[in-house]
């Protein structure tokens, strides 16, 4: 029904740049919210910015200032742009949608991308 794609990801090195592109594709109706996680080895998934219909944001405290998330409704993406990035950065990334409406369905669900591994190193 939703299929998520993400790209974006790749090496850079400490103080670089990347921006993640996440587009989602099939029968959407509504989006609640998009937004970004990762998950570095051995941790939990985190969240790391997330964006609302209404483009409120939130941004996890340990990228506040280097990362910016954003959003275009019409083409169902959501973008995270990283800024200086540092090695505690290195995790695969995962693109989210909140309670997401298909056509037909009364109800919403979550998806979840397959991630876009991001690796921040000299």
């Known amino acids: 029904q939703v299929q998520l794609v993400e790209s974006g990801g790749g090496l850079v090195q400490p103080g670089g740049s990347l921006r993640l592109s996440c587009a989602a594709s099939?029968?959407?109706?509504?989006?609640?919210?998009m937004g970004w996680y990762r998950q570095a080895p051995g941790k939990q998934r985190e969240l790391v910015a997330a964006i609302t219909s209404g483009g409120g944001t939130k941004h996890a405290d340990s990228v506040k200032g280097r990362f910016t998330i954003s959003r275009d409704s019409a083409k169902n993406a959501v973008y995270l742009q990283m800024n200086s990035l540092k090695p505690e950065d290195t995790a695969v990334y995962y693109c989210?949608?909140?309670?997401?409406?298909?056509?037909?369905?009364?109800?919403?669900?979550?998806?979840w991308g397959k991630g876009t591994l991001v690796t921040v190193s000299s």
């Open positions: 099939g029968s959407i109706f509504k989006i609640n919210a």
């Open positions: 989210k949608l909140d309670n997401a409406v298909v056509l037909g369905s009364p109800y919403g669900r979550d998806y």
